[in-house]
Structure formats: structure tokens, C-alpha cells
């Protein structure tokens, strides 16, 4: 039995009355409201009665319904997938969702020049924090708005009076923030009109909602190439297109040299307008970050919790640390050092790549220390890359979620020969390492101080993440 048949199953006793078609199954997975349209069109067939002519009583009783359908839908989900981790084994998706390594095709969808669909900006480590970015906060006001629009549309139906706690909450873990991040948060909340509890609120939703895939290979020559992808939004469900995609931007961060007196580039990054942390960043001559989820029964929430109620006040979020290691350290060595014994907040893989030949290395984040380091040997001709999703890589992944598997085969299809932009770009391309939620891929090179961010899609029927 597939997963599509165990989706199938579960949605049939959750609608009766309908059948979901399989082009419906993605959206499912990703947009709770799909239910709910699915569930309101088959009132609207069997009573011959538009949905919208029926009291508001009965509205809010069927909304609270569908809620409930929902949550359960995804509870059942999440446990079939937690148990599913005793067996694990690759499964092969039913068409049209396949694995398919686009190099089988002989197909190359590396165009350089779409790099720059993705504007640039400075921040400037000079400037005070509360107006560091003014820039980028007046010119995406707008859409930081109109994502935080979505993301309360998630909320409040199912939570309606959520949004004074929502706003008194994160306001509160606003203040308790150190320096400069407070400050930054303040400057972006005054900028945009925004409260401040919600553009706190809208950068703990980062740290929670993102799935990806990082790899770092090296060529025969030595070279060193860190890319990744990153899925974004995994049961938020909104429109990437008009949210997430035109909020992309890249950063060069500046600072003056202590040594010459110069104001020059310290570290490159990509970033969501309006979001302070860093996903990935390069310095150049030095190293490469990207950090991937890692999903822990004491993960995201309890390290937020545990720093709201003051119980772990030193503890760093995920991608401050990121952007905490790339502002103070300028070697491979010092940065693994520091990304594998900094107390944390949430749990996380750093994929850390370096500018020497073997530099390359999976840190396998718990809040208090690294459970695991899985590193590049290239004297092992199976050990010339590694490849991160969001699972140890000392455990078997869910069939549900495998991008491991059809990723390392492409990897193997690719060759350590092949090894440089074009050859990861399209490894990366090649589903279901693509997938519906994947917002942009990134590509970097530490010798070069290459730092390139392509806007990606999956198109058509594609797997959900």
C-alpha cells in the first residue's frame, strides 16, 4: 500500500461523501483550506444549495468541524509517519509523483543568468541596529504585511481570538531578545507599521516551517561547491507565488576592517525581507553555512518556550547562530567549533563547507551539544559529497519524505567528475528533491566568493515536500 492509498483511505472516512481526485493529494498535504473547499463543494452538489446561503450558525459550527477534521487529518498523518520510522524503507512514488533525475534526460536547467531575478542589498554592521534595515523594511513593508496576513488567516479560524495573545506573547519575547537583534526588530516593527509581537512572531515562524536539502561536494581538483534548497511553508499553505518568491532578496553584509580602517564586505547572505536570521551565508575565503530543520521531540517550540519564561536565556536561535558564526569567525575549524558547541534553542543541522579540499561536514545539532558529524573523505570514492535533508544521517528517512535516496542517486548519475554549478543546480532540480514547496535554490563557492540565489518551482503534479 502507497501513501497515496493511505491518504486516500484516511480522507474517504474524513469525507465520506467525496472522493478526492489524485491531483488534490499535494494540495491537501499543504493547504488545510483544501479540505475545506473540497468539503464545502460537495455540500453545495448534494443539498443543490450554495454554501454561502447557509446560516452563519451553521458556517461557524462547520468551520469549527473542518478544523477539527484537519487536525486530526494531520495528527493521523504525523503518527503513521512516527511509526513508520520502525520499517523504513525507500518507496518508489506512483506516477505522476515519481523520482526522476532530470541528468537521465541529458537536460541542464542552469541558466546563470536567473540569479538575478533576486535584488541585492547591503547591511551595513556599522550602522545602528534599529536602522540597519530601513532599506529593505520600507521597500517590502507591503509584503511582510500581506504575509503576516496569511499567516493569521492560518491562526484565526481556528484560534479566533488569538491575535492580542499572539501579539502580547512575541512582543514580550521581543523584549527579552538581546542586542543587536532587538534593536533590528524595533527598527523593522516602526518602519513597515507592523507590531512588534508579530515581526517577532513572523521570524519564530522561520525557525519552525522550513524543510530543505543541502549538499557539499568536491571535484576532483579539490574544489568545493555548497548548494541547497530550501522547502518553505510545510502545512502553512499559502500562495508562493505571491508571498514567499517576491520576498526573496540577497545581502552583501558590511563592515569596517578593524585592521585597515576600510568598510568593505565581510559575508554574503540570502534572506526573506524582513527576517534577521540567516539560512545560508558565505564568507569569502573562509567557509560556507546553510542550516536545515532537524526535527526532535524537544525541538523548536520548547527551546522558545524555555527562553520566554527565562529558563535559557543564552540559548541561540538557529540562524542567529548562522549569522553569528559568519559575523565572528573567519576559518573552517573556528566555525565548526563554534556551530557544534553553542547552546541552542531549537535543533538543527549545519552543513559547513570550507575553502581546502575535505572541508565539508554535517553537524547534527541537539539543543546542548552535537550528537553526530558526518564529514566529506575524499579519499573514499563514495564520500566525495554528503547530502543533508532533515534526518540523522544515521537513520533510515520516511518513505513519505525520502528526498536521500533520489537525491544520492543523482548525485551518483552526476559523478564526482561533473561536479560544479550547473551539475549541483541540477541535481537539485530533479524531483522530488523539487517539490512543491521548494522556494529557491542557492548556490556557493568559498574559493570563488560566488554566492548565486536561483527562485525555483515545481510545476504541475508535483510531491507536496
Known amino acids: 500500500m502507497t501513501i497515496l492509498d493511505l491518504m486516500y483511505n484516511f480522507l474517504k472516512k474524513a469525507l465520506p461523501d467525496c472522493l478526492i481526485p489524485p491531483e488534490l493529494l499535494p494540495n491537501v498535504l499543504?493547504?488545510?483550506?483544501?479540505?475545506?473547499?473540497?468539503?464545502?463543494?460537495?455540500?453545495?452538489?448534494?443539498?443543490?444549495?450554495?454554501?454561502d446561503q447557509i446560516d452563519k450558525h451553521t458556517k461557524d459550527a462547520f468551520r469549527t468541524d473542518l478544523s477539527d477534521?484537519?487536525?486530526?487529518?494531520?495528527?493521523?498523518?504525523?503518527?503513521?509517519?512516527?511509526?513508520?520510522?520502525?520499517?523504513?524503507?525507500?518507496v518508489d512514488l506512483p506516477a505522476p509523483y515519481t523520482d526522476h533525475c532530470i541528468l537521465n534526460d541529458g537536460v541542464n536547467k542552469y541558466d546563470p543568468m536567473n540569479q538575478f531575478d533576486v535584488p541585492w542589498f547591503e547591511v551595513d554592521l556599522d550602522a545602528d541596529p534599529y536602522h540597519r534595515w530601513d532599506e529593505i523594511s520600507g521597500i517590502y513593508a507591503d509584503n511582510i504585511n500581506g504575509l503576516l496576513g496569511v499567516i493569521k488567516d492560518l491562526i484565526l479560524p481556528i484560534f479566533p481570538d488569538a491575535l492580542p495573545f499572539i501579539d502580547t506573547l512575541f512582543a514580550d519575547i521581543g523584549e527579552k531578545l538581546p542586542n543587536p537583534y532587538r534593536e533590528e526588530i524595533h527598527g523593522?516593527?516602526?518602519?513597515?507599521?507592523?507590531?512588534?509581537?508579530?515581526?517577532?512572531?513572523?521570524?519564530?515562524?522561520?525557525?519552525?516551517?522550513?524543510?530543505?536539502?543541502?549538499?557539499?561536494?568536491?571535484?576532483?581538483?579539490?574544489?568545493?561547491?555548497?548548494?541547497?534548497?530550501l522547502d518553505f511553508g510545510l502545512f502553512l499553505g499559502w500562495d508562493h507565488e505571491n508571498h514567499l518568491r517576491k520576498m526573496v532578496i540577497n545581502i552583501n553584509w558590511i563592515r569596517t576592517d578593524p585592521l585597515t580602517g576600510k568598510k568593505g564586505l565581510l559575508f554574503k547572505s540570502n534572506n526573506f525581507a524582513g527576517y534577521i536570521g540567516i539560512y545560508n551565508g558565505l564568507r569569502p575565503k573562509a567557509f560556507s553555512i546553510t542550516a536545515n530543520e532537524r526535527f526532535m521531540a524537544e525541538g523548536g517550540y520548547v527551546g522558545m518556550l524555555s527562553y520566554l519564561f527565562g529558563e535559557d536565556p543564552n540559548g541561540r536561535w538557529m540562524s542567529w547562530l548562522t549569522r553569528e558564526t559568519l559575523i565572528n569567525f573567519d576559518n573552517y575549524a573556528d566555525a565548526k567549533k563554534h556551530l557544534s558547541e553553542t547552546p541552542m534553542l531549537s535543533p538543527v543541522y549545519y552543513i559547513l563547507g570550507g575553502v581546502n579540499p575535505g572541508e565539508g561536514c554535517i553537524i547534527h545539532r541537539s539543543l546542548n551539544g552535537t550528537d553526530l558529524t558526518t564529514s566529506l573523505n575524499p579519499s573514499d570514492p563514495e564520500s566525495w559529497y554528503v547530502l543533508e535533508t532533515n534526518y540523522d544521517q544515521n537513520v533510515e528517512v520516511l518513505f513519505v519524505d525520502d528526498r536521500r535516496t533520489p537525491g544520492n542517486k543523482c548525485m551518483q548519475k552526476l559523478g564526482q567528475q561533473n561536479v560544479n554549478f550547473a551539475g549541483i543546480y541540477n541535481v537539485l532540480s530533479s524531483r522530488t528533491t523539487l517539490n512543491k514547496l521548494t522556494t529557491y535554490t542557492v548556490m556557493m563557492s568559498v574559493e570563488d566568493s560566488k554566492f548565486e540565489t536561483h527562485l525555483q518551482r515545481c510545476d504541475g503534479l508535483c510531491w507536496p515536500f
Open 69 to 90: 477534521t484537519y487536525r486530526m487529518f494531520k495528527t493521523s498523518l504525523i503518527l503513521l509517519l512516527v511509526a513508520s520510522t520502525v520499517t523504513s524503507v525507500h
Open 188 to 229: 523593522i516593527a516602526d518602519v513597515t507599521g507592523i507590531p512588534i509581537g508579530q515581526i517577532v512572531m513572523y521570524n519564530v515562524f522561520y525557525e519552525i516551517f522550513t524543510v530543505c536539502t543541502s549538499i557539499i561536494a568536491q571535484d576532483p581538483n579539490g574544489h568545493l561547491v555548497h548548494a541547497r534548497n
Open 30 to 51: 499543504t493547504k488545510p483550506e483544501t479540505i475545506y473547499s473540497h468539503y464545502q463543494h460537495c455540500i453545495n452538489y448534494e443539498d443543490k444549495k450554495m454554501f
